[in-house]
T-cell receptor
Framework: AQSVTQPDIHITVSEGASLELRCNYSYGATPYLFWYVQSPGQGLQLLLKYFSGDTLVQGIKGFEAEFKRSQSSFNLRKPSVHWSDAAEYFCAVGAFGNEKLTFGTGTRLTIIP | EADIYQTPRYLVIGTGKKITLECSQTMGHDKMYWYQQDPGMELHLIHYSYGVNSTEKGDLSSESTVSRIRTEHFPLTLESARPSHTSQYLC???????????FGPGTRLTVT
C-alpha cells in the first residue's frame, strides 16, 4: 500500500526567506507525486506534479520540487516566500493503474513579516 | 483551469434533515471523488466513481451515499444528518490518462 508522510505539522518562515517542506512516500514501484496548496475555506489547488523524467519539477507560484528515489522524498521548495504563500500544503502519491491518491496530513505554513 | 463546482458552499442544518451536496464538472472527466476533511486535518476518501453508474466506497466509512447518473454530476446525500457529520466535503475529478485531481471549492457542513 502507498503512504505519504509530512513530518512537519506547522512551519513558520519570515517573508522573503527560503522554504522547504518535506514529503516522504512509501511505494514499491515508481510513484506519481503531487503537491497541492489549500487556502482557508478553499479546495486544493495543484502546485506541481512528477510522473517521470527530470527529477526537478517546476510548478506554479514559483514553487519547485525534487524527486529523490534513494531517499523516497519529494520536497517542495521556494527561494523566497511571500505573505500570500501562507496556507496548508499537501503532498500526495499515486501510481500507474491506481487512480486514487493518498494524501499526507499536511503542513501549515505561516509567514511572519 | 479546472472547472469543478460545489454547492452550497456553506450549509447549517438541523439534526435529522436530509441533505444533498452537489458537485459538477465541465471537463468531461470520467473519475470523480468525494473527500471528507476536518479542520486542520488530512483528507479522507469517502466515495469515488470511475464512470456513469459506477460508485465505490472509499477508505473512510461514511453514512453518506452517492450517485453517478451523468458524467458531469456526482451528488452526495445524507439521509439523516447528525452532528458527527459536521465537516468540510471536497469533490474532485480527474480525466484519463492524467492522474492529478482537480478540486472544487468545498462545502462546509454544520449539523446542529
Amino acid at each position: 500500500a502507498q503512504s505519504v508522510t509530512q513530518p512537519d505539522i506547522h512551519i513558520t518562515v519570515s517573508e522573503g526567506a527560503s522554504l522547504e517542506l518535506r514529503c516522504n512516500y512509501s511505494y514499491g514501484a515508481t510513484p506519481y507525486l503531487f503537491w497541492y496548496v489549500q487556502s482557508p475555506g478553499q479546495g486544493l489547488q495543484l502546485l506541481l506534479k512528477y510522473f517521470s523524467g527530470d527529477t526537478l519539477v517546476q510548478g506554479i507560484k514559483g514553487f519547485e520540487a525534487e524527486f529523490k528515489r534513494s531517499q523516497s522524498s519529494f520536497n517542495l521548495r521556494k527561494p523566497s516566500v511571500h505573505w500570500s504563500d501562507a496556507a496548508e500544503y499537501f503532498c500526495a502519491v499515486g501510481a500507474f493503474g491506481n487512480e486514487k491518491l493518498t494524501f499526507g496530513t499536511g503542513t501549515r505554513l505561516t509567514i511572519i513579516p | 483551469e479546472a472547472d469543478i463546482y460545489q454547492t452550497p458552499r456553506y450549509l447549517v442544518i438541523g439534526t435529522g434533515k436530509k441533505i444533498t451536496l452537489e458537485c459538477s464538472q465541465t471537463m468531461g472527466h470520467d473519475k470523480m471523488y468525494w473527500y471528507q476533511q476536518d479542520p486542520g486535518m488530512e483528507l479522507h476518501l469517502i466515495h469515488y466513481s470511475y464512470g456513469v453508474n459506477s460508485t465505490e466506497k472509499g477508505d473512510l466509512s461514511s453514512e453518506s451515499t452517492v450517485s453517478r447518473i451523468r458524467t458531469e454530476h456526482f451528488p452526495l446525500t445524507l439521509e439523516s444528518a447528525r452532528p458527527s457529520h459536521t465537516s468540510q466535503y471536497l469533490c474532485a475529478s480527474t480525466g484519463s490518462p492524467g492522474y492529478e485531481q482537480y478540486f472544487g471549492p468545498g462545502t462546509r457542513l454544520t449539523v446542529t
